[in-house]
């Protein structure tokens, strides 16, 4: 499994807090780095994932998974 990753959303987005969720017991269970990234306030990135949030994407390869995903997906994914 990769050590970071960063998961793109914004604030308020209830899809985001759920992605968020799933995520949380592989940063405590594999020690996974996830970097919370707010595309808001980017016109970059709003513009780019504007309307797929949430997205995850490993920072080794640049590979991202689209919401929905769950935890079996994450960790194969991670593989």
């Known amino acids: 499994m990769p050590s970071e990753c960063q998961l793109f959303g914004t604030l308020g987005c209830h899809l985001c807090e759920l992605a968020e969720a799933q995520l949380m017991p592989l940063v405590v269970e594999y020690g996974l ?3 919370l990234v ?3 306030d980017d016109e970059a990135l709003f513009e780019a994932y504007g309307l797929r949030i949430p ?10 998974l689209g919401w929905p995903f769950d935890v079996e997906q994450v960790v194969a994914f991670l593989s």
Do not use: W
């Open 55 to 64: 997205v995850l994407r490993r920072v080794d390869t640049g590979a991202e």
């Open 33 to 35: 780095m996830l970097e």
């Open 38 to 40: 707010d595309i808001a």
